[in-house]
């Protein structure tokens, strides 16, 4: 079993930067992929940013490319989303997930999920 917990969310203006944090915990956890997802209000859950377990392959939905970027510290079991030039459709929830399996986590069908951490962004 992996539990992974969010934090790092809450209000920022459009143009700032947030950070948040994913922690994983289980004997196995450094060895999972880790990605993102968000979903705002009245629409599908989408990817935002996936991470290998060895933090050496990264992807990015288009949408966040050049904005966005994921990092994983492997010895804290912890996964990271560096929030930069956020803009109000960036106001989502935002999950954590991981698998062992990559493309599982790209797709949406990681076994595990975090509770969600509230990002809002006005304009």
């Known amino acids: 079993q992996v539990q992974l917990s969010e934090s790092g969310g809450g209000l920022v203006q459009a143009g700032g930067s947030l950070r948040l944090s994913c922690a994983a915990s289980?004997?196995?956890?450094?060895?999972?992929?880790m990605g993102w997802f968000r979903q705002a209000p009245g629409k599908e859950r989408e990817f935002v940013a996936e991470?290998?377990?060895?933090?050496?392959?990264?992807n990015y939905a288009d949408s966040v490319k050049g904005r966005f970027t994921i990092s994983r510290d492997t010895a804290k079991n912890t996964a990271y989303l560096q929030m930069n030039s956020l803009k109000p459709e960036d106001t989502a929830v935002y999950y954590c997930?991981?698998?062992?399996?990559?493309?599982?986590?790209?797709?949406?069908?990681?076994?595990?999920w975090g509770q969600g951490t509230q990002v809002a962004v006005s304009s």
């Open positions: 997930c991981a698998d062992i399996s990559p493309p599982k986590v790209r797709h949406g069908y990681s076994d595990y």
């Open positions: 289980g004997r196995t956890a450094s060895n999972y992929a």
């Open positions: 991470i290998s377990w060895s933090g050496g392959t990264t």
